[in-house]
């Protein structure tokens, strides 16, 4: 296995392509692209590829952590259920520690006796609900693309089963998207506030949606996209291959994770989540508001595992904390290092925010590998 | 009747096949004083613990003398490589030897949970009997307690040592100073990803053993070939990361690390691509950090390789200095990025 991990992190490759990118770049302009997902972020913060780019190419971390995109409204709902006596909600470990406009999280939940288990996919929940027949059992799905089929799984295998305290509070989200809305947002479109050449398109993503649906933002924004796996030598290639295009005036998609991604991605997944769920009209994401479109519920013929259903939940719109920048930084208004709260009061020990919590998230991942760099530059203008 | 054959009472001999403690283990009654005389001093057997006091009593030595405690509530009990038992020694020795001292004694106290089975009990005291024996520390006084069943998780051992620092021997975290040079004695993170790989929900499989192991052997070696070492530590819970970064903390100094010169085993560095870790936080049971001049450096990786428990030893970086102390690595991809403090829990009960 490890053969194929170091393939992909080899360190002159990567210099060999940080010179191409420097001589490719070197145009006299800048050059923003913005990484669309949490896990590019994270490769980009781990692998120091900062380093390698010339200071004229810029990286705008974008809103794809599913964490840190739950509205406190959602985590809210979810702690509610947590409370429920004799209820077991299952999530994701990350889920735990985002707290909520009153300093509650599922952690403190749990610590005042709520029993929220950390699970590590769908298939554990199911478990789970099997292993306590008696006891309602509440799997927190979030995610992306990737995570829908599996928890499209969790559900039509509850149903084979005839397992009938199970359900899902689903909180699936959809790329394309999220990607439309921060391009047709003013700040964006009129005000260019932010400046965007170009996306880096996740590839786990495009294994299951394909890379079809990035086609209309490349032709009606003109804005080439680039889809690419998480290795931090896929990056430097994705970058490099959008500063081809933009020098030669294009605005297509590409594919840089031919290894997985094809054009009509998988359609075994895609036919299982349309058998599952339907699209929500409107969903309200952390940081983006409220988007058309961009957001998965259960289908009514699956009602029975629909926590929202069957615990009739219903989710408030809960205002960030005023101090929070997460909003503009999930969507590239903001970098992390702008933020006044970011490593004062704001810690991955203490997040105030959702982007401190995962490791995906764009300030976790700063104050995790990159804060030195600030420091640096504080240094050297002291001096 | 001679003396030696004296019929040992009417008591029955403990079930160490099939029984398991009970409360009374725990009261201070007779079941106590059997479980004491049957179990642990028959295993632990040693003058100072024949003598049957509530403490031990031994000479003082001249000189500079080091104390540290350590508790042990591991999950599970048994893993490759050792247990529980085996752990509690280990974990203490190093300690202690980590300040240079070579370790004296050691105490040694259980909580046990009611109807825990006793032929886990003597597996697990078996085996700290043997360890000890290995690393020539004697187990000199100990003491044991039962809760309730769901108030404990089977066992869990504290071991406590004390030791005695050589003459001319001053190694403390914080005598890192920049220019001096780091190095590991072996692979990291084989004992974290030893204990995950058995946790029920992260099932996959691979061959990695714990690493635990008594390190003040080859502490002493290191010592012979260069008594100079400005810092020594064992990068257990939080792995190599977060003792650096308690070093560089504790210093008042940066460090910069190389991933191209970090030993990592294959296997280890893929079950950590697989669940998502970074092996620098993955918790060791037998590796220690080194620091010392620059120097003095290539004469102590020498010494480290001529032992058994420092045949992998590298130079894996250097001090620098650093008004924010951070720990800094330069990634083998050609970048640099911090290693920061471990944020919330990375695996609890690994130790």
Redesign the interface.
Known sequence: ??KY?DEF?A?DL??QI?AKIASEAATGRDYHFMEFCGGHTHAI????????LPGNVHMIHGPGCPVCVLPIGRVENAIQLAQIPGLILCSYGDML?IPTANGMSLLKAKAQGADIRM??SSA?AIKIAQENPQRQVVFFAIGFETTTPPTAIAIQQAQALGLNNFTVFCNHVLTPSAISHILQSPEVREFGLVPLDGFIGPAHVSVVIGSQPYEYFAEEFQKPVVIAGFE??DVMQAILMLIHQINAGCAKVENEFTRAVSPEGNRKAQSLVAEVFELRRTFEWRGLGWVPYSALKIKSCYANFDAEQRFRISTASIADNKACECGAILRGVKRPQDCKIFGTVC???NPVGSCMVSSEGAC?AH??????RE?NRI?AQEN | MSAGKVKPGYIRALDLKHGCIEMSHGSGGRAMAQLIQQLFITAFDNEFLRQMNDQACFPSVNGRMVMSTDSHVVTPLFFPGGDIGSLAVHGTINDIAMSGAKPCYLAASFILEEGFPLSDLKRIVDSMAKAAQAAQVPIVTGDTKVVEKGSGDGVFITTTGIGMVPEGIHISGDNARPGDKILVSGTLGDHGIAIMALRE??SFQTSIESDSAALHDLVAAMIAATPGIHVLRDPTRGGLATALNEIAQQSSAGIMIYE?ELPIQ?QV??AC??IGLDPLYIANEGKLIAICAAQDAEKLLHAMHAHPLGRHARIIGEVIED??C?V?MQ????????V?WL??EQLPRIC
Request: net charge positive; aromatic share 14%; charged share 25%.
């Open positions: 296995m490890m991990i992190r360190g990567a210099r940080a913060s781990r692998f120091g590829i900062i380093d390698l520690r699970v590590y554990d931090p030598l810690t991955p020990e976790a104050y995790s590998y990159g804060r030195f420091s240094t | 929900n992260l191209n294959e560095q893929a691509e697989f008004a924010h951070f800094q990634t083998r991809f050609g970048g640099k990025r911090i920061d944020s919330g």
